[in-house]
């Protein structure tokens, strides 16, 4: 087993280009999300979606960024990507097994497994993962799995100008970020924390492998401020999973050998 | 990344070259204080530490601020000044400044609408511009001049003389107090003083500032005193020439500084060799004679002009026939992308090739582009695509609205796809005058081919078409061409780096590379297409393909790719080493003179003569480079200074002073003189112009600008899905103040207007977009990004619709930056265009039709083309 | 209810887990399909790599250009360069797309005066008809002197418009040969 990997992704570097949109889509060969403008700052793609794994939020706020500025006003940028929770909602409830835990610790979803039946959907607490109207698939950021495999980083933190998504070893990135938020803090961004960084910090997730620095609350960023994967909330949820597990695999394995082959 | 400070004006560096911006981030999480100078809050503000909001057009007047800061407080780096800039130099007793002529320099003819610039000059002397005798465009500049080198002794290095270029430098700028910066720019005093304060603290020996600029300087009718500003600025504080240093020019496309090196410019040969003027350069004796000074580098002019015509005619090229000189055309006034467009538009241009450009909606005034590609006979457009260019005849707005038919169009029209870089081989030279090689990949789609093969196929055909008539002189250029590029490949390409080793230069008897443009000759010894990129293809090598990662080597990185010149990566080093040739800091530490080597040395190529000591001091009859000085780091000046004064060069004055957009909506506060007296104005029927000042019907100020999602007019970003649905539509950006003003909705739709079209445009109402206060007076400013039109994935109105014809009158790059126009909520034009609608707002009485106080010096369409004068104004 | 389409009952993950004892982990040791297990970067498939520098602005970062079966499948940042170290900006990093996308165009086309479409033509033949417009225009236009006698040695009757992604050997070429043609309205975005 390889070393868990992940993202830190530093707001306080971004510049809002969309490099890490693009370069995900480049490498994953995405398709569009639809040419919507939306009137929201410069955020057209809006979220998270199943074509879209990096998206930048773009947060306009009638307050002063310290120590920066003096003004009344600032832009915050953030790039959101799924964020590869300790415990993970989508993976504990994928009925199919298409969801999978990788040796670099980060949630997989599996194409030529998913089944389409959208349990992880409800089961992520950020939204992350969505249906792809064309293929009915689940997709989600695989933390380019395949990249991995050779020792490639992810296209978007290769692709970001800034250094605002920097991938490693988790352990690195938990160093780092703490180091990181206290030079802020010295040089008088006191706003600047870490979000999800550890169970501690985020027990309803038990940490976050891709966790952020942010410099406001975490609503601002479109971020819920206390997520929890529902899997979480049912006692002794292991055995209640691995129950879940074994019946829904029933059901299913019922479904494959009297349902035929055609999709609903 | 080595600066202290880094102000970024007139660019939105973030946005439109995010990778360039690593460096600035780096600099700034070490300490360095970044500062960005716009009229919006951009994404460049939003990490920037200070953002000073101005009102578009006015920098001048921020920038001047600065100056009189630096000089009131006496924070200038006076060992670089007096030694390494012009500032000791006494000017002509001729000379009057705007101090004294109310926004005028002497020497304005009122007739012609021009200076006569002779009494700028330096006191006894004619000094040629080092570069501005080589850009300018023609006529007036080209006048012989006195030439004697510059004598030493016509200096004072205690500043003192009233007539020196400091003392100059001090009365010109009295009056660019912060009140009137405030005044002016519409940035209060606080902020102003800060950012003053802040580039003084943070320079001198130990400590180096930059300053950032892109067309947010130079699309004005004043934009190349907007660069001089800075110029000026980094020359006192002593920021030019070291590292984390200079005024550093971002440039908007992959091979644009190529683009200018080895110019498809009108008014230049390769190497910013001057192109022939009818009236001055009759034959070659008098045009090496003009264009050799006496001192400075470019008295090696005629080896590098020689060995241009040895590239070009090969062996048909020798001294009985003056080396061909007789083979160039001439050039009889400003042939430039305007007048070329002008000139379609009256019949005189018939034929027109546009390779990978989209001038329908990237160039100004987008109705008269096409008004002009309709009068002509044929019309060849390279591209990825079918561009709004190439397709102008079938859904222009005018034809959408049925004013013009498309079986009425004469033009024929031939679409040829291109190839794309992958598909290529081939250079660039980036924006820090860096050639960098890209390797063809793959073979290109279908017929597409790479407009090399092009040119090389048009000019070989070209050849045969005129076999018979090889007779006649006229066609003798054709006939001695040298064209015999090796090709390649089952396409029969021709070979790219045959084209770079000619470009490199190589000895007529044995055809080896030289070894750089010190080896260039005048005798006809030598060949060279570009004397400024000689060493390019050493010993055979091809230098700009070199990918030594950056891991492998110091900061400086001299084995990637290769630099002009010589491959030097830094321009003026020398001026990183004091006057004895010791770096000015440690921390600062660039090049130096090494006594034991009897050689400069240092982190990289030092740009002076290598073995020329700091003590060197020229002979009183030195001549050409022997004139050059051990202090005189601006070796491409003819005395080696940096020009904090230009004494000749420069169309529109010797010194940067603020002067108000074409179309403003404020009176000039600083002088009686509202615009540059020197602007290029085109005044036609198909380019109206707003009233000069608070135009009634325009109340507020356009700019248009880039965004990070797209790319210029669109045709590399509008066909991509990944980059449309960033940026999915045309919009505009207002205030909450304007939009509450106007009644426009954020999401909504809003008509902008000029007096020469009308777009709609979907509304972001944002508080990065900031009303200045001008006097009181609440200025609002639109905002207008420049990248869709009527084709691709994603469609809206053109900003160029909006737009004029006005340019500066030193490279005649137009005005797109600040003009004046209105806003109205809803769908509610008409889509209308002045040209082919017919006015569409009202006319002023004409005693409010305020005009300049001085007449704009117009380009009349009859000094271009010989035969213009004969062409009615087209009416269509 | 969803069903699932094409699976081997047993060799399904899940089912292999409760076989093993292993509804737990749902670990990728586990529950990896065979698809999972042979994952690999496609660029590792590349039949070579080529070097080469981006289209877009003029920061001129670095490229790596992936090529299998002569066609491109990949095109990323090369961390080589002391420019870019790797990195790309969005416009960059649609490289992929500018090059491969659907909207290349492969065919020349000709739109005879007034007509209302283009047709399709060969290249040959376009490129013979170009030089023959160009020879016309130039002859017909041609200007040997001005009234005063001053030499112009030049067409104003043709002109070339630019993009600055051109390569500067395209350039020179341009440069060289319109100039020898006496074509002096030779001009570049470089100026816009």
């Known amino acids: 087993m390889a070393e868990t990997k992940g993202f830190f992704t530093d707001t306080t570097l971004c510049i809002g280009c969309k490099a890490c949109e693009v370069a995900c889509k480049q490498w994953n060969q995405l398709p569009d999300d639809g040419f919507l403008f939306t009137g929201m700052s410069y955020d057209n793609t809006v979220h998270l979606g199943a074509s879209t794994w990096r998206h930048v939020a773009f947060i306009e706020r009638p307050v ?85 495999r050779e020792d490639m980083i992810p296209a978007c933190a290769k692709a970001c100008p800034t250094e605002s998504i920097q991938f490693g070893n ?22 600047a924390y870490l979000y999800g960084a550890t169970a501690e910090d985020q027990p309803g997730t038990e940490g976050l492998n891709a966790f952020f620095l942010l410099m406001d609350k975490p609503e601002v960023y479109n971020l819920p401020p206390d997520p929890c994967v529902p899997t979480k909330k049912v006692k002794d949820s292991w055995l209640a999973a691995g129950a879940t597990a074994a019946a829904m695999a029933l059901v299913a394995v019922g479904a494959v050998l009297f349902g035929g082959r055609e999709r609903v | 990344m080595n600066s202290d400070f880094i102000v970024i004006e007139g660019s939105n560096m973030a946005e439109c070259h995010p990778v360039a911006f690593r460096w600035v981030m780096r600099a700034r999480e070490r300490g360095a204080t970044v500062i960005h100078v716009d009229p919006r809050f951009t994404r460049t503000s939003a990490v920037a530490n200070i953002h000073v909001p101005i009102r578009a057009g006015s920098d001048i007047a921020f920038l001047g601020g600065i100056v009189r800061y630096i000089l009131e407080t006496e924070r200038y780096f006076k060992d670089y000044v007096v030694n390494y800039t012009n500032a000791s130099a006494i000017i002509s007793k001729d000379f009057k400044d705007t ?80 009140e009137m910066v405030e005044e002016v720019c519409g940035i209060p005093q606080h902020l102003f003083l800060k950012v003053a304060e802040i580039l003084c603290q943070n320079s001198g020996r130990d400590k180096t500032g930059a300053f950032v600029y892109a067309v947010g300087w130079t699309q004005h009718s004043v934009g190349v005193q907007f660069i001089r500003s800075a110029a000026v600025i980094q020359l006192l504080l002593g920021n030019i020439g070291r590292p984390g240093g200079g005024v550093m020019a971002l440039r908007g496309h992959a091979s644009i500084q190529g683009s200018t090196d080895i110019p498809t410019l009108y008014n230049l040969l390769p190497g910013y060799l001057p192109m022939l003027r009818a009236k001055h350069d009759q034959d070659l004796k008098t045009y090496l004679h003009l264009n050799t000074p006496p001192s400075g580098w470019w008295g090696e002019f005629p080896k590098y002009f020689i060995s241009l015509m040895k590239a070009w005619f090969g062996e048909a090229a020798s001294k009985h026939n003056d080396w061909c000189y007789e083979y160039l055309p001439t050039m009889t006034g400003d042939h430039s992308h305007m007048n070329t467009v002008v000139d379609m538009a009256d019949g005189v241009v018939k034929g027109y090739f546009v390779m990978g450009e989209n001038p329908v909606v990237g160039s100004m005034n987008g109705p008269l582009q096409r008004k002009g590609l309709r009068q002509l006979d044929w019309l060849v457009v390279r591209d990825f695509q079918l561009t709004e260019t190439a397709d102008f005849w079938r859904d222009a707005p005018e034809i959408q609205r049925g004013e013009v038919k498309t079986k009425d169009i004469k033009t024929e029209i031939f679409f040829l796809p291109a190839a794309a870089h992958t598909e290529k081989d081939g ?10 090689w890209h390797h063809k990949a793959v073979e290109p789609p279908g017929s597409a081919r790479s407009d090399l093969d092009f040119v090389f196929k048009l000019g070989q055909r070209l050849k045969k078409l005129y076999w018979d008539e090889f007779h006649e002189p006229r066609n003798w250029p054709i006939r001695d061409l040298t064209w015999d590029y090796p090709t390649q490949g089952s396409l029969n390409e021709p070979d790219a780096e045959a084209v770079l080793k000619e470009i490199n230069g190589y000895t007529m008897a044995d055809r080896k590379p030289v070894e750089g443009f010190t080896s260039l000759k005048d005798d006809g010894s030598t060949a060279c297409g570009c004397w400024i990129y000689s060493g390019c293809y050493r010993d055979g090598v091809n230098m700009t393909a070199r990918r030594k990662p950056h891991w492998e080597q110091n900061w400086i990185a001299r084995e990637w790719a290769w630099a002009w010149p010589h491959n030097r990566r830094i321009i003026y080093n020398r001026a990183s080493a004091d006057l004895e040739g010791k770096p000015w800091s440690e921390r600062k530490k660039l090049v130096w003179w090494d006594e034991n080597k009897k050689e400069w040395v240092g982190h990289d190529t030092p740009d002076c003569i290598i073995e020329r000591p700091p003590w060197y001091r020229p002979s009183k009859h030195a ?9 005189d780091p601006f070796v491409m000046q003819a005395d080696g200074k940096g020009w904090i004064y230009v004494a000749t060069g420069l169309a529109d004055g010797p010194l940067p002073t603020h002067y108000e957009p074409q179309e403003s909506i404020v009176k000039n506060p600083l002088y009686g003189q509202q615009c540059n007296p020197e602007r290029m104005e085109w005044r036609r029927k198909d380019n109206p112009y707003h009233q000069p000042y608070e135009d009634p019907r325009f109340p507020y100020v356009l700019t248009t600008y880039r965004l990070t999602e797209h790319h210029t007019a669109g045709g590399m970003s509008r066909w991509l899905s990944w980059l449309s649905e960033l940026q999915p539509e045309m919009f505009c950006e207002v205030s909450p103040e304007l939009a509450n003003e106007r009644g426009l909705k954020n999401g909504g739709w809003a008509t902008i207007r000029t007096i020469r079209g009308e777009i709609e445009a979907r509304v972001l109402v944002t508080n990065r977009m900031q009303s200045v206060r001008i006097k009181g007076r609440v200025v609002h400013q639109i905002g207008i990004p420049y990248h869709w039109s009527s084709k691709g994935l994603v469609r809206g109105d053109a900003a160029n619709e909006l737009t004029m014809f006005v340019a500066d009158p030193n490279v005649s790059i137009q005005e797109s930056k600040a003009l004046t126009g209105n806003i109205e909520p809803g769908r509610t034009g008409k889509k209308r265009r002045y040209i082919t609608s017919g006015p569409f707002v009202k006319k002023l009485p004409a005693q409010e039709n305020r005009r300049d106080l001085a007449p704009a010096r117009q380009k009349p369409q009859t000094k271009h083309g010989h035969r213009a004068a004969e062409m009615k104004e087209g009416n269509q | 209810m969803p069903k699932i389409s094409s699976l081997n009952a047993l060799a399904w993950p899940l089912v292999r887990q409760i076989k093993n004892g292993d509804v737990s982990a749902l670990d990728v040791s586990t529950a990896g399909s065979d698809r999972t297990e042979s994952l690999e970067a496609r660029t590792k498939k590349a039949d070579r790599v080529v070097g080469s520098i981006c289209p877009y602005c003029a920061v001129g970062c670095g490229q790596l250009v992936y090529i299998k079966d002569e066609k491109v499948i990949d095109i990323e940042g090369d961390p080589a360069s002391p420019l870019s170290n790797g990195c790309l900006c969005p416009k960059g990093a649609a490289t992929f797309q500018l090059v491969t996308g659907t909207h290349r165009m492969a065919d020349v086309l000709y739109r005879p005066p007034y007509a209302t479409d283009w047709e399709k033509i060969p290249l040959e033949t376009a490129m013979d008809m170009i030089a023959q417009r160009v020879k016309k225009t130039r002859d017909e236009t041609w200007e040997d002197k001005t009234e005063k006698g001053e030499p112009l040695r030049r067409t104003m009757g043709v002109a070339h418009l630019g993009g600055a992604t051109l390569d500067n050997e395209e350039n020179y070429l341009i440069k060289k040969l319109f100039t020898s043609l006496g074509i002096v309205q030779v001009e570049n975005q470089a100026r816009i």
């Open chain 1, 64 to 148: 002063p960024l310290t120590p920066q500025h003096d003004g009344a006003f600032s832009w915050l940028f953030s790039s959101d990507v799924c964020k590869h929770c300790a415990r993970a909602g989508c993976l504990e409830s994928c009925p199919t097994g298409a969801i999978v835990r990788t040796e670099y610790g980060s949630v997989y979803v599996q194409p030529d497994v998913c089944n389409g039946c959208g349990y992880c959907i409800v089961s992520c607490p950020f939204g992350v993962i969505n249906r792809r109207e064309e293929d009915g698939q689940a997709w989600k950021c695989t933390l380019c799995y395949d990249r991995l």
């Open chain 1, 170 to 191: 988790l352990e690195d990135l938990r160093e780092h970020a703490k180091e990181r938020v206290r030079k802020l803090h010295e040089s008088g961004a006191h706003n």
């Open chain 2, 99 to 178: 101090e004294d002529l109310d926004g005028l320099f002497s020497g304005w003819d009122k007739k012609k609408g021009s200076y006569d610039l002779r009494s700028w000059m330096y006191e006894g002397v004619d000094p040629e511009a080092a570069a501005g005798m080589r850009e300018g465009e023609s006529g007036k500049k080209g006048e012989p001049l006195q030439r004697e080198p510059i004598q030493a002794e016509k200096t004072d290095p205690t500043l003192q003389h009233p007539r020196c270029v400091f003392q100059i430098l001090k009365k010109h700028y009295q009056r660019y107090t912060p």
């Open chain 2, 427 to 436: 250079s660039f030279t980036n924006t820090q005058r860096l050639l960098q």
């Open chain 2, 623 to 631: 001549r050409g480079k022997d004139t050059l000085s051990g202090i």
